[in-house]
Structure formats: C-alpha cells, structure tokens
C-alpha cells in the first residue's frame, strides 16, 4: 500500500490544490480588506523568489469570505509571436485572451462564439469586461496577473504599455478589481499610475503554527514523529515554504515505509539534501562577486552563528582570514546580498541567511580560504566600488564534508519592531499586582504606576563618546559605524534597591549585552521608542511638571519637547517614514489620540501648532501605532466598556473593533507584513501574551504562564518571534519567545534590576 502513496509535496510545482497551501490567511485577508473596505481597484502582492506567489494566486479564491469570482492570467506563459525576437503588447494580449476566455466563459460570463473581430486586440478584451460587468450582479471580480516581471525589460516600454491598456476595464467593469503578482526586487523597478498607488503584501516565510502543520498535515496517515523533529524541520528551513517542501518530499521518500521519523531519520534526510545541489543556492552562489562569495562563506563559517551576525562581527572574521578585508568593502557585499534577497537585514546592522539550510549547504560546499583569497582586497578598497559584478573566475566549491554528527539548528534570538509604554496602562487598568495603580480618569496629577511613569525629562543626557575619526587613506570611503553597532534595543530599567531606583532609558546589544545607559539617575525618563532611521528615540518625560513626549538623538543628546501642553502626553509611536509621532494626551478633558509633525522639532514653538487631534469621541482613546504601510493605526480604546484594540485609517476615520472579549486587550503592536496583532490581555486571569489575526479571528495565547504577568509584546523583524517585558523569574526583565511559545530566553536577566518596554531599532 504504501507503494501505491503519490508525494504530496512537489517542490518544483505550485501546489496543486488549496489544501496544500499554508499560512497564507493572512494574504488572502488583507485582500479582502483592501477591497471591501478601501475599495482598492489595483493591489499588489510580493515576494521573494520561491515563497510561494504563484501557489497563492491559484488558490487566493478559496481563502476569501467575501463573493467574488478569481480568475487568473499567468504572464510567465508568454511567448513571442512567429518571426519575432521579443514580446510585443499584441502578444501579451493574445495571450491574455486566450487565457481568460474558457474561465469566463466556465463562469458563464461571456460566450466565445459571441467575442467579435476587432482590429485592435485591446478592443476584443475591453468587450469582454463589458460583458462579464452585466453578468455579475453583486460579486467581485478578481483578475490576478502572475510574474508580471516577465514583461520586464530595460526600458520598461513592454510592462507600461500592458499596464496602460488594463486601465480601461476598470472603467468597462465596476466590480472588477487587479491584483499583479510580482517579485519583491521588482516591485519598485516601474512607476505607473495603474501600480505605484497600489497597496502591497508582501509574502514571506510561513508563521509557525502554518509551517508545522505543513511538515504533519499532508502525511498524516502516513508518517509519525519523534517529539521536537517537526520543529527541527521548520526551523532548519526557515518556515519557507519551497525549502519545507523540499525537505518534506525527501524525507517522505525516504521514510514512507517505515512511518515513522526520529531525530536520526532528521539527520540523514538533512545530509542528503546537503549533498544535492539545490539548484536555487547554486544559482545564489554563481551569480555572487567574489567578494560576496567571501562574505557568504565567512557568514557560514562563524561558528554558532544560527541568527544574526553584525557587519562588525562578519568584518573581524574576514579580518583573521585577510588583513586587507576592508569593512566598507564587506559592507557593500552585504548590503548587495540583502537587495538580492540572499540575506535578510535585521536592523542595527546585522544580518542572517534568508533560510537557515542556505547557511549549512555553504559550509558543507564552499572553502572560506580560497574564496577569501580570490578577492582582491586592497584594490576594492582603494577604489572604494560596491561589490556585486560577476567575475567570471569559478567558484570555489568542493564535495560535501561528510559529519559523523550534526549540530542542532535552532532560530537566532532576534527581536522586533516597536513597542510602547504599555504596562502604564495596565496600572491604570489595575489588574498589574504592582504598587501604584494609576486612574485612567483625568485627574490633576498622575500617580506612579507599576515602572512608576512619571517621566521627568531629559534635562541632561548621558552623551555617548565620539568615535574616533578615521586617518585618512588616499581614496576616502564612507565613514562606518563601528564604534557602537550594536543599540538594537532600547528599554527603561531601574535598580530594585539603592538611590538608583528611577527610570532610565538604556540601549543593549540584540543578545542581550552591551547594556549602556543614556540618560543620567537624576530623575525618571521612560517609554523609549526608535525611530525609523534608528537615529532618534522618542520616550515621555515629567522634567517640564507634567509628562511630554520627548525627541533625542540615539545616543542621548539634544532632548527635544516636541508636546508642550500642561495636561499629560504619552505611549508616542513614530509613523513608518518617520514624519509624525502619535501619542496620547489628557489635553481635551479625556484620552485622545494626536499626531505632531517630528518637522517642528526644528522651531520646537510650533510644535503646538503642527499637532492635530485624531480621535475625540471621549471614549479613553490610547497606546496609538501605526501599521508597517502607514495606512491604518491600532489603538486601545473603552468604547465598550472595557478595554479593546481598535484599528482606524491613519487619519483617524473609519474606527473597527478588533477585539471583543469581556476582559481587557491592551498594547497591540504589528507584525511586520501587518497580518496580525500581538498584545496583552488579563482575559485568562493573570495578563498573557496573545495573537490575533489584525480582522480580530483566531486569538491565541503565546506566553501562557498563569503565574505570571507578560507585557508589551514586540515582533522581531521577519516575525516569527515576540519580545516582551515578564515578572515570571521574580522581577521585571525582557524576554524573546518563539511564536509557539515553546522557546522562551531571558535577555536581561538582572535580579536587581527592573527593565521593561523594549524597543528594536530598525
């Protein structure tokens, strides 16, 4: 019987049928957000090479609550017409054409013995829409054109002229609506007026709870596993899709037999993917300069290096190989490796392989000497030149080294996005087992509350030293941070005893050191938020007699009142472009959300006048922050009694309700592609951890400790794992989990020190 099993999981193919496509909900959500509640006519979806784009084009349809018929045209099926070299638009259309007509006609939306002859093959579409407009009543259209970066050529003539020509069936049919699926390197490479107002998704890899039930789903019947394999699996593939099919393919051919898989079964699936040549890291490290060749190989090389290293750490290590290895010359490597997708930017310069299996088939693959001498060093260095041109000199590869034992693969601790002054409202909320609650109702003063807000300013700030300048060389080079590279996270921390019990706003390395303080104990500055540059943070200070939101440099300088208003300002979010700070403030009589221009911190007078209120309902509107896309902003709000997360346009209109149990739901951040929501909530008793999905379906528990309070969640950068504040080991430190909540580490660890509300710099 089992010989008679056919391998669900086809690496090379999309997958055939919806049930075969995981964790893309979220996409097919904020579809159906865009065009049910924006109206977008034209949306966008992206993704790297490989994620699965065209698998969620197929099946998009089968995700949607709402009606609407999907149709789909796949670009990639394009070929040129008889005796010519190249595309032309006739072509494109023709095919076009010839695609759409048995879908429509399926879909009894137009009759093929009814298309009519017409000279201009624009024409013949434009009537087709016409028809299909009259047929569909109420339902939408959804037309998906895949890889829409095939039509793509140096001057972009071919895309725009295509693109041009859809415009009008916009026009022919109301309910109709675009969606281009293209590559994330080519998203930006064509401005027209059909595509760059258009909202994007990006795709990426698979949540943890999706890419899981990829590995078991599909075998089910067939295959068991050993305790801890299916997460052995997910994370040495990184929750990417193509890669977990892979891997899945060999190992049930492998072990369909035997229906079962330990961790040894693990292991020899992992080494005979590693000596294949999996032609996508082959054509990575083909197309790759030597000097990125050199990069890649140290990266693999560095060892215990499973998450993400600094340019500073990969610079020292090339470094011990070859003096000469220039850091503006490993830079730039890294920098080009990022735009092609090889690496992912962590933020705070420093970078990990996209896929975790990439990183362990370059070690069994590539020798680091021989790559590291093949570059030229000093003459990069001399001229300065970004690294990227294929050199024509072959790679050096080599056979697999065979390991009698393989290491375990376990995530990177890398932490997330921005967070905010939460746990001041959970002390208003008073569910926090912490001295000095705090009323939500306007009052003249504010008690302290559990981390004791009460921010006194930065009136004299802890300046960190100047780095060193550089002596001059006889071509120059940009300058390198290299004195301090590592603030990837502010936070505020106090000393649990002595006279430094006041809250001071600190910086610390991504793994937890490098623990520096930026402002002075002389009096409480709280609620750090990075800016999106990670050249500024903004946090709330009490130094002017009542709490405003302050602006300073990111390593303590030039504090700036970017409020000044005699009512209490608080829990600032900077906007994705870095223009506008959201906060919330008692100035009305009652909590409500404004935003000021960050451009008046030039003239700090005007601030007041560049201020603008975004809600004023009088139903304690707080803990502002906006989406990744700068287009909506989550908030909490007690419009119904209790505390629930809200979304609204980011011009304050169009309020929803995401959130809706009994007990309170504070603190919402987003997750980086902007699907879902993490926050807390005191609904199991104590306060927890949650995640939602950003409609508000399918709330989970992350941290589930009932011993415990967890706060003010924050999402790493590829959002596969959470940072948050905890009292579970007695005092308050920050800790990461993995979204599962199986993987929980300790990054402060300091008995005799509070830290809360951390933020990751971008």
């Known amino acids: 019987m089992a010989a008679e099993i056919t391998n669900p999981y086809q690496p090379n193919e999309p997958v055939a049928t919806p049930s075969m496509l995981f964790g893309r909900e979220n996409a097919a ?183 899981l039930n990829m590995v078991t789903v599909p075998v089910k019947n067939i295959l068991r596993y050993d305790y801890g394999v299916t997460k052995r699996i997910v994370e040495v593939n990184s929750h990417h899709p193509y890669y977990l099919t892979l891997f899945c393919h060999t190992l049930l051919n492998r072990q369909m037999h035997d229906g079962w898989v330990n961790q040894r079964d693990f292991d020899s699936t992992l080494l005979q993917i590693l000596d294949s040549p999996i032609p996508p890291f082959t054509r990575i490290w083909e197309e790759s300069s030597p000097v990125e060749r050199a990069v890649l190989s140290g990266m693999a090389a560095i060892q215990g290096a499973h998450g993400p290293l600094t340019q500073q750490e990969i610079t020292r290590f090339l470094q011990r190989q070859n003096p000469d290895a220039a850091p503006h010359t490993v830079q730039t490597a890294l920098q080009s490796l990022a735009q092609r997708g090889v690496l992912r930017p962590m933020g705070a310069i420093s970078y990990r392989f996209h896929v975790e299996l990439l ?132 936070f505020m921390a106090r000393d649990r005893e002595g006279e430094g019990q006041v809250w001071r706003i600190y910086v610390m390395n991504a793994d937890g050191t490098g623990v520096t303080p930026l402002t002075p104990p002389d009096a409480d500055r709280t609620a750090p938020v990075w800016s999106p540059d990670g050249d500024r943070i903004a946090y709330v200070s009490l130094q002017d007699g009542n709490r405003e939101i302050y602006v300073m440099n990111a390593d303590g300088s030039n504090p700036v009142n970017l409020t000044r208003h005699p009512a209490d300002d608080w829990t600032p979010s900077w906007s994705p472009d870095g223009a ?106 104590n306060v927890e951890v949650y995640v939602v999905n950003a409609d ?32 579970r080991e007695g005092n308050w430190d920050i800790f990461t989990t993995t979204l599962d909540g199986q993987t929980i580490v300790n990054l402060t660890n300091t008995p005799d020190r509070d830290e809360q509300t951390p933020s990751w710099r971008p």
């Open 359 to 490: 990183r362990l088939w370059l070690r069994e693959h590539t020798r680091l000497e021989e790559n590291i001498a093949r570059v030229d060093w000093a003459g990069l260095a001399a001229e300065a030149s970004p690294a990227g041109q294929v050199v024509q000199t072959p790679p050096a590869m080599q056979a697999p080294r065979r390991r009698s034992r393989l290491r375990p693969f376990l995530l990177g601790m890398v932490l997330s996005a921005c967070v905010l002054a939460s746990l001041l409202v959970l002390a208003w909320l008073g569910y926090v087992d912490l001295p000095g609650a705090v009323s939500l109702e306007p009052t003249p003063t504010l008690e302290p509350v559990i981390f004791q807000m009460e921010t006194p300013a930065a009136g004299a700030s802890a300046t960190a030293e100047a780095s060193p300048t550089p002596a001059a060389t006889p071509t120059p080079t940009p300058a390198l941070v290299i004195a301090r590279p590592l603030p990837a996270i502010t």
């Open 580 to 685: 506008q700070i959201a906060f919330s403030s008692l100035r009305s009589g009652g909590w409500e959300i404004y935003v000021v221009d960050v451009a008046c911190i030039a003239a700090p007078e005007t601030c007041p006048d560049r201020t603008t209120a975004l809600t004023s309902d009088g139903k304690a509107n707080i803990l502002p922050v906006w989406s990744p896309d700068g287009q909506w902003m989550a908030y909490n709000s007690k419009a119904s009694g209790n505390w629930d997360i809200y979304i609204m346009q980011a011009d304050g209109s169009n309020p929803r309700q995401v959130t809706q149990a009994p007990e309170n739901d504070l603190s919402p951040a987003w997750s980086p592609d902007g699907s879902m929501l993490a926050f807390e909530s005191n609904r199991d008793g």
């Open 29 to 211: 959500d904020w579809l159906e957000r865009q065009i049910t509640s924006a109206n977008a006519r034209t949306l966008v979806v992206a993704g790297p090479p490989l994620i699965g784009k065209t698998s969620f084009a197929r099946h998009a349809g089968a995700l949607l609550n709402m009606q609407a018929i999907t149709l789909l045209v796949s670009l990639a099926q394009v070929e040129p017409e008889e005796n010519e070299a190249d595309l032309t638009i006739n072509a494109v259309l023709q095919a076009v054409i010839a695609q759409l007509t048995p879908q429509l006609h399926t879909l009894n939306l137009i009759q093929p013995a009814q298309i009519p002859s017409l000279p201009q093959t624009a024409s013949v579409l434009r009537w087709m829409f016409n028809q299909a407009a009259e047929r569909l009543g109420d339902t939408r259209l959804l037309l998906f054109f895949d890889d829409l970066h095939a039509l793509y050529r140096d001057d972009m003539a071919l895309a725009s002229g295509f693109l041009s020509l859809l415009a009008p069936l916009l026009d022919e049919c109301p309910r109709l609506h675009l969606v281009f699926v293209l590559s994330e390197q080519a998203l930006h490479r064509l401005h027209h007026p059909l595509l760059s107002p258009a909202p994007v998704f990006t795709l990426g890899p698979l949540p943890t709870d999706a890419a």
């Open 696 to 727: 508000g379906r399918n709330p989970r528990n992350i941290s589930q400790l009932p011993q415990a309070n967890d706060h003010g969640p924050i999402w790493m950068p590829d959002g596969q794992r959470l940072v948050f504040y905890s009292n």
